[in-house]
């Protein structure tokens, strides 16, 4: 059985925490596309940590992990990530991790041009998480990238390093008139770091799909949300991946593999970190009561969050280009103590009611359309049955599954592994 988790809105849902919890039917959990941009949050019995690279299954006993084809692996933090965690006692070891031998390598002159870029644009700048990722998955496409399969055979990596520099130079020496990177000591950095990562470097879709005829579950887990998906998201406010579940096989290395079932993770209300288009923002002192509520602070960059109220219109779109079966709801606990609590059911364009996510240029343009529904005035995060759940609070769930056109299996309530409702 092969299930995809994946974010509906603009990333930081909680997948981290519904994996965590999730994972406990499954035997293999896969990450399937991005880098160490991601900053999955857990917190569990053995304590709270946060995942950049490694899927949030590693804290399970049981699981094995997956790092798919389709991910870009920056193998110092991949070090200093799996060094993190055997420190808290985590086990780490070839049979619990497998990375795929097709994944891409992260380079160290990938985050340095990242940050010239990023410093080039100044205060045009992006939002850029500066750990290089549009820079590799770019070299990916150009054919000018490591494998991770390449580290098996450091000698011959090690003959391939020079041209690439070379070529590389071209653009970090030559245009932004920094330093030029020197081959040898990218050839000493992946001699360091890629010889103590050999041995977990092996054909993940021969893995997989042994594992699928055996009738093992295998659960995809999908960093950032629809709406950071480089071809369906806010480009160019994107990521440089496709997070959708429908590239899931593909990342994980089965394209062979069809997915049984994809469960989307949506937020009770809205999050968004960088730039870009967030048609229903909240500003002020109402944006900064939610933010706190919400600790909502960048997991991999600390950053505060852009915060706003439900956009079923956004949601809606990302459910859609999911192909969302049912949708765990997180953070419903958040809205708690509020008298009213709005929702953005449309977005208006020069006075025309929209109802479809639109094109992103025309999303400078929209205004959100807020509508108001009753809150509840009591803390939630005790609840464990639906029955548990204030009546406005069912309301809310109700609305939004009306809204989204989709079914909520699960609500959260909570950030621990126990808190949360099965519907
Ligand atoms: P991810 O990248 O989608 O995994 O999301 P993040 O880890 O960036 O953000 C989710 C944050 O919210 C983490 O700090 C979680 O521990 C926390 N969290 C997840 N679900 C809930 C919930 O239902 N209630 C509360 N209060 N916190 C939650």
Redesign the pocket.
């Given at each position: 059985m092969l299930t995809s988790i994946v974010?509906i809105n603009w990333?930081?849902?909680?997948?981290?925490?519904m994996v965590d919890l999730l994972s406990k039917d499954y035997d293999i959990v896969c990450r399937y596309q991005g880098g160490n941009n991601?900053?999955?949050?857990?917190?569990n019995e053995r304590g709270r940590f946060i995942l950049n690279l490694l899927p949030s299954g590693i804290l399970r006993e049981g699981v094995v992990c997956v790092m798919g084809p389709g991910m870009v692996i920056d193998i110092k933090h991949l070090a200093g990530e799996m060094a993190r965690l055997r420190e808290a006692g985590i086990t780490i070891t070839p049979e619990n991790l497998k990375i795929s031998d097709r994944a891409v390598i992260t380079m160290p002159y990938h985050v340095q041009q990242d940050c010239l870029e990023e410093a080039r644009l100044a205060d045009k700048k992006f939002g850029s998480t500066r750990r290089g990722i549009a820079f590799v998955y770019a070299d990916k496409y150009m054919k000018k990238a490591f494998r991770m399969g390449e580290l098996q055979n450091l000698d011959r990596l090690a003959k391939r390093v020079p041209d690439i520099v070379e070529w590389k130079n071209l653009t970090i020496a030559n245009a932004y008139g920094a330093e030029p990177v020197q081959a040898e000591e990218m050839i000493a950095y992946l001699k360091e770091y890629g010889e103590p990562l050999k041995e977990y470097i092996c054909d993940t879709g021969l893995f997989l799909n042994e594992a699928q005829r055996q009738g093992k579950k295998i659960m995809l887990e999908a960093?950032l949300g629809a709406l950071r998906d480089l071809d369906f998201g806010i480009y160019p406010y994107t990521s440089s991946s496709n997070n959708i579940a429908a590239y899931g096989p593909i990342g994980a290395g089965v394209p062979n593999l069809k997915l049984d079932k994809t469960i989307g993770?949506m937020k009770a209300y809205s999050t968004c970190v960088g730039e870009g288009p967030f048609t229903a923002e909240y500003f002020g002192e109402k944006a900064e009561k939610l933010r706190k509520a919400?600790?909502e602070y960048?997991?991999a960059t600390g950053r505060p969050r852009r915060v706003g109220p439900f956009d079923a219109v956004a949601s809606r779109y990302g459910i859609r280009v999911q192909g969302a079966d049912e949708i765990a709801l997180?953070?419903?606990?958040?809205l708690s103590g509020h008298e009213e609590l709005e929702i953005c059911t449309a977005y208006d364009l020069f006075g025309k009611k929209l109802t479809e996510f639109p094109f992103t240029d025309v999303l400078d343009d929209c205004k959100p359309v807020f509508e108001t529904v009753k809150g509840w005035n009591c803390d939630i995060?005790a609840c464990r049955k639906k029955e548990d759940l204030p009546k406005e609070a069912l309301a809310y769930i109700r609305l939004l599954e009306e809204l989204c056109a989709c079914k909520i299996r699960y609500v959260?309530?909570?950030?621990e592994r126990d808190?949360y409702i099965e519907m």
């Open positions: 974010g990333g930081d849902e909680g997948k981290g925490r991601a900053g999955h949050t857990v917190i960093q993770i919400g600790g960048g997991a997180t953070k419903l606990d958040i995060s959260s309530v909570g950030a808190a």
